[in-house]
């Protein structure tokens, strides 16, 4: 039955798959990047509350969203490659994790940069900035552990068992604002109701998102195609790659 | 159009420092990461250069022995 999924376990596979995709996976993400982000920040009205401060939005809600979802996926990457022992996952966990951090990083400033003019500070310790703070830790930790060892097994064991333990702080960041009095305003966007937001923002929003997400994965393929090469580098598949790569830029052959 | 010029666009009611300082952050770590993803390949590709390199001059030597 699953037989067909058989030659997708194979490194070469992987690496080439991806190669195709990234180019059509970064072009959309460009494309819906820049209209979500112009219609964003030239377009979309200003809210009647905080004026046009609350076009941070547009960078704020995807990165944080994804952050998130990110995570998720990174802790599932961990767990298959602990239980079923599969090298790529934990490929996949190392090209997830910079992209994730990176994200979390954004959230927390875009976040802070808002927060200042509409909450008079840049930071307060309450229940979703902490909790979302603790999250770039542990994707730091992550990403540590992942490189912290030379034989690079233990390392992707190590950072696995970091990533599957944090899971427990997902719930916790995206309940904190239920949970807790908090300054942070509720969930922009609800899953089973309408959104308490205008269409003439909320469509621009989800253009971001959409962005964002395409975004995400094409950082995504292009981290586990390096870590593909990486962890391969012995085998001639990937010497003949590269060496392929080596003859069509003739001026690096020069310089080295 | 959200905005009456160019001028009220960068102003964003009062509020441009923090608008334009958060979207040029956010820009300026994503250039960040996309170029530490292309930077990785390069040296990949340096390294496997050099170790063809040696190898080669190894080689050599090992046939200038002989």
């Known amino acids: ?256 | 159009m959200a905005f009456e010029s160019w001028q009220a666009f960068i102003e964003m009611g009062g509020y441009g420092f923090y608008v334009w300082l958060a979207f040029g952050i956010s820009f300026a770590a994503i250039a960040v990461l996309v170029i530490n993803g292309f930077g990785a390949r390069v040296k990949l590709q340096r390294e496997f250069i050099k170790q063809q390199q040696r190898q080669q001059r190894l080689a050599q030597r090992k046939k200038e022995v002989s």
Do not use: C
């Open chain 1, 1 to 256: 039955m699953w037989r067909w999924l058989h030659p997708y376990a194979k490194p070469e596979t992987v690496y080439h798959l991806l190669g195709r995709w990234l180019p059509w996976v970064a072009g959309t993400a460009t494309l819906m990047l820049a209209a979500g982000m112009v219609w964003g920040l030239a377009f979309a009205p200003a809210d009647y509350q905080q004026g046009d401060s609350y076009r941070i939005i547009f960078v704020h809600v995807p990165t944080a969203m994804l952050s998130m979802s990110l995570y998720v996926g990174l802790a599932l990457s961990a767990l298959i490659g602990r239980v079923w022992q599969l090298k790529m996952a934990d490929w996949a966990l190392s090209a997830i994790a910079p992209v994730g951090l990176t994200f979390t990083f954004i959230s927390l400033v875009t976040g802070a940069i808002w927060g200042k003019p509409m909450w008079g500070t840049w930071w307060e310790w309450d229940a979703r900035l902490t909790s979302q703070l603790i999250l770039l830790f542990l994707y730091i930790g992550v990403l540590a552990l992942y490189h912290a060892f030379s034989d690079n097994r233990s390392g992707a064991k190590a950072a696995g068992i970091l990533a599957m333990v944090g899971v427990i702080n997902i719930p916790i960041i995206r309940y904190s604002v239920e949970w807790w009095n908090t300054l942070h305003q509720g969930s922009t966007l609800t899953v089973f109701e309408r959104p308490p937001m205008a269409n003439s923002m909320l469509v621009p929003l989800l253009v971001s998102i959409l962005g964002f997400s395409l975004l995400a994965a094409s950082l995504i393929f292009q981290r586990m195609r390096n870590e593909i090469l990486r962890q391969e580098l012995r085998r001639p598949w990937v010497k003949q790659e590269l060496a392929e790569l080596a003859t069509q830029q003739p001026a690096m052959k020069e310089q080295s």
